[in-house]
């Protein structure tokens, strides 16, 4: 069956693949931008634009030489593209397995907020932290010695794992591994252990591992979230576009209409939910994590593999040594353990903005990190994707609360993403294509919230005199920008890795993400553009693999053997997931072509329309 699944995968993203060939949707560094900022990395895209080529570049060049014909773009768009709720969604939503959709009341905003504001402050108390005297004695610190070919793994003397970063990933992999009986560590970096981010959506996939790892950590996941599943979901176009021929689209009108329940059911799994990120963090250490697994201001700098089943021994920023038989590198995109673990150049092991702490940096920090990225992107071999993003959590009832749970408003050169934050909440993103580096403007009194000018500017609504291309955008964009506060905007560029492994190194092709005692995993080895939501959810399918393989060594020398099949499992099919999330924002060079091309345009939206279900049954699985 998994077999088969992978197969169906593959004939889909061919036939993406071949059709974004037909119409020339196809990238290639732009070296004729004179504000491209150029650097040399192996992949050679690092802080380059996107632009199209082939097909596409000739079509544009030959409709902008034709005689524009007006008439073409007038006229009335039908109605039903307005329609929030079409039948096919409609009919998944009232079956009788179904999650009912109870309408937004104050009680649930308040638990929903209330929650959240007790998470931040068992964060900013250290509860469960590992401080004091469980420092002090922490079992991490104690020398064991092995003897050369391993010692027996037995429920006495369990396996001693070590975990670089707290975030998602960090969280979800310790749990599985102290679910397997093990000993586990966790070392966070940040000096705080705060919310970054804003919530996380848990899709189904990600949901039924962490009830396999945990049923109460579940439980609680469950209780304190938002359903996002019990609305529709999809694509619209941001202002008004089309012809005649290709079809016409007002500001707002859907372009693709879908339902992320069906597929969830059909695969016995959970519905989508929404939680805080201090929330999360609270149940992971609270119920998945012995008092005391986490240990902050800890950055492991260095690691040693003693070889032969004897374990690693991790140093700390500050010189503290940690001893254990297996450390995972869970510390993000610039992940210090990827670096050493594949020789990667010195630079590329750069403070990462983290699922546990990100949210603390304030701009001048945001800043220094954007320019310092660009160097750091290019030492550790990582694509930057053509975009910026800006993102918020706005405490706003959005006015189509009730019916849309998340959509994308796409554009030419831009796209804004929002989806139910829960609480009353939306969690809103507005990616900007430019090259790598860019920072905003500092604040002065002619104009104190430059991030919320430039928004306001990139989104003007109908009625204006538009964005710099003359797009009068629908409002909902600027409804969530102006319920938001230049402070709670953060702004970072996107970066993501090649889906498939650039490399022909024996090692690293039988065992991708691992080497001797030490592996990634989430983003340190499969970051991937958020289009997908599917981040957080492939950290999490991660967690659990790592733990299942992990949970079946009965002597420190197969940790290798272990670490290798777990890697090789899991890579082909975040590869796949990397691909359709890299796909989906590079399309937009050319979708301002796309949607005025007679029979291809339509289409393509049709084929978009069909394949969601298909896309959407491969992420929903059981099987990672």
């Keep these: ?44 895209v690092v802080g ?60 649930r905003t308040n638990r929903i907020r209330n929650r959240s504001q007790e998470a931040a402050k068992d964060a900013k108390a250290l509860k469960g932290m590992c401080v004091g005297e469980s420092d002090d004695n922490a079992w ?79 439980k609680e996941l469950v209780a304190a979230g938002t359903v996002t599943a019990d609305r529709v979901s999809g694509l619209k176009i941001g202002y008004r576009k089309g012809n005649k021929l290709a079809g016409l689209y007002d500001a707002g009108d859907w372009l693709v209409r879908f339902d992320t329940l069906g597929p969830a059911l059909e695969a016995g799994l959970p519905a989508t939910v929404v939680v805080d990120r201090p929330v999360i963090q609270q149940i992971f250490v609270k119920h998945g994590l012995p008092e005391g697994t986490v240990r902050i201001k800890s950055r492991i700098q260095s690691f040693e593999d003693l070889g032969k089943g004897m374990g690693v021994v991790a140093t700390l920023e500050d010189g503290t040594k940690a001893y254990a038989d297996v450390l995972v590198g869970a510390d993000g995109i610039w992940s210090q353990i990827r670096k050493i673990l594949h020789g990667l150049g010195e630079g590329a092991g750069g403070f990462a903005a983290s699922g546990a702490a990100g949210g603390a940096l304030d701009d001048a920090e945001a800043r220094k990190l954007a320019r310092d990225t660009v160097e750091i992107a290019a030492q550790a071999d990582r694509r930057h994707s053509g975009f910026t993003c ?8 959005a006015s189509n609360i009730e019916d849309v749970s998340y959509q994308i408003l796409l554009g030419e050169k831009k796209y804004f993403v929002s989806t139910d934050g829960g609480g009353e909440r939306q969690q809103w993103f507005a990616l900007i294509r430019e090259p790598a580096g860019g920072v905003d403007p500092e604040p002065t009194p002619e104009d104190p ?8 500017k990139e989104f003007a609504a109908v009625g204006s005199s538009g964005d710099a291309d003359g797009n009068e955008w629908d409002p909902f964009a600027l409804e969530l920008i102006n319920a938001s506060s230049e402070d709670d905007i953060k702004r970072r560029d996107l970066y993501d890795g090649a889906p498939l492994l650039t490399t022909v190194d024996p090692q690293r092709l039988l065992s991708p993400w691992a080497k001797g005692p030490v592996a990634l995993c989430g983003d340190a080895c499969h970051p991937m553009m958020p289009n997908l939501g599917q981040g957080g959810c492939q950290a999490t399918e991660d967690g659990f693999r790592l733990g299942e393989e992990l949970g079946n060594i009965k002597n420190t020398k197969d940790i290798p053997g272990a670490l290798g099949k777990y890697s090789r499992v899991r890579v082909i099919r975040t590869s796949i997931i990397q691909g359709f999330a890299q796909l989906g924002s590079d399309l937009l060079v050319d979708f301002d072509l796309m949607m005025t091309l007679p029979i291809l345009g339509p289409f393509f939206l049709r084929m978009t329309q069909l394949s969601m279900p298909w896309i959407l049954r491969f992420l929903y699985t059981a099987d990672f």
Excluded at 144 to 159: D, F, H, N, Q, S
């Design 1 to 44: 069956m998994a077999l088969i699944k992978l197969h169906s995968v593959a004939l889909l993203l061919l036939a993406a693949f071949n059709a974004t060939a037909v119409l020339g949707f196809v990238l290639r560094p732009s070296s004729q931008s004179p504000s491209s900022t150029v650097v040399s990395t192996q992949l050679n």
């Design 390 to 397: 800006y993102a918020a959590l706005a405490p706003h009832r």
């Design 449 to 456: 919230t430059p991030k919320l000018t430039r928004l306001r």
């Design 48 to 107: 380059q634009q996107a632009e199209s080529f082939g097909p596409a570049e000739v079509i544009r060049k030959v409709k902008s030489s034709l005689p524009q014909i007006e008439w073409l773009a007038e006229g009335t768009p039908p109605e039903e593209n307005k329609i929030n709720m079409p039948d096919h969604v409609r009919k998944v939503l009232d079956r009788p397995d179904a999650p009912k959709r109870d309408a937004e009341n104050e009680e």
């Design 140 to 218: 991490w610190r104690q020398e064991v010695t092995i003897p050369e070919g391993g010692r027996a793994v037995t429920a006495k003397e369990p396996l001693r794992v070590l975990v670089a970063g707290g975030g998602l990933a960090g969280l979800v992999a310790a749990a599985a591994c102290h679910a397997k009986g093990m000993q586990v560590a966790i070392f966070e970096q940040a000096s705080t252990y705060a919310p970054y981010g804003g919530p996380i959506q848990i899709q189904s996939n990600a949901l039924r591992a962490i009830q396999q790892i945990n049923p109460e950590c579940y």
